[in-house]
C-alpha cells in the first residue's frame, strides 16, 4: 500500500519572509526556519476559526460557517514607561527633598508645632513620586506580531494603535540623560513624518522596541 503523506501547514518566517511547512507535531510549538542561512526561530502558532457569513443558496438567507484563516496574535512585549530611570536628575531632587525634611523633623522635635514644618517637604516628595508610579502603572505599551498599542488612563482609558503592515515611520528620542539612562521616546506612525499614532514617553530600552516593531513591518 502506497503511504499517506502527513498533513502540514505552511507558515511564513518573520526573519526571511519564506513559506515553511510545519508537521502537525510541531504546530503550537517553537521551531526553526530550515531556509538558507536564515535559521531563525519562530513560534508555529495553532490556527483557530472563526465565523464567516455566507448566503445560503437554497433560501438566500445568510448563515455563518467557521473558516480556518484566522490565527492567534502573540504578543512579544509588554512595556511600562521608567519609573526613575527616565528622571535622574528630578529623582535625586527628590530624594534631598525628602530626606531634607526628615532631618528637619528630627531637628524640630523639641520646638512642639514649628517640627511639623519639616512634615511638609516630605508631603511634597511623596506626592511627587506618587505621580510618578501613576503614570508607570497607567500606561502601558504592548506590542504583539501584528500591532503595537499604547494605552493610558487609570478610570477611563485611551488607546492608539497601529497596524505593523500600515507602519511608515519609527523615531526614536533620546536626550544625553536619556541615553546614559537608556530610556526614551518612541513614535510610531503610518504616515510618513505626520500624524503620529503612537507617542510612549519614558519608555526603557527604546531602541530594542523600536527594532522589534520594525522586524514585524
Known sequence: MEAKARPSLLYVCP??????????????AKVTCPIGECRAPFMAAVPIGKYVGHVDPADGKERTSVGGDARPEEVLLVVRPAMFRSRPLSTLGVGLLILGGVAGTIALLGGGPVAAL????????????????????????????????????????????????????????????????????????????????????????????????????
Open 118 to 217: 519639616g512634615l511638609i517637604p516630605i508631603g511634597v516628595g511623596l506626592a511627587i513620586v506618587f505621580s510618578w508610579y501613576l503614570e508607570t502603572m497607567s500606561t502601558k505599551l504592548v506590542v504583539t506580531d501584528d500591532r503595537t498599542t499604547l494605552s493610558q488612563g487609570i478610570f477611563s482609558r485611551d488607546g492608539n494603535e497601529v497596524q505593523h503592515d500600515d507602519v511608515r515611520n519609527i523615531q526614536v528620542e533620546q536626550n544625553v540623560f536619556e541615553r546614559m539612562m537608556d530610556v526614551g521616546r518612541i513614535k510610531i506612525s503610518s504616515a510618513g513624518q505626520g500624524d503620529v499614532e503612537i507617542d510612549a514617553r519614558h519608555m526603557p530600552d527604546p531602541t530594542d522596541v523600536a527594532a522589534i516593531v520594525r522586524r514585524y513591518q
Open 15 to 28: 526573519s526571511c519572509q519564506q513559506e515553511v511547512s510545519v508537521g502537525p507535531g510541531s504546530i503550537g
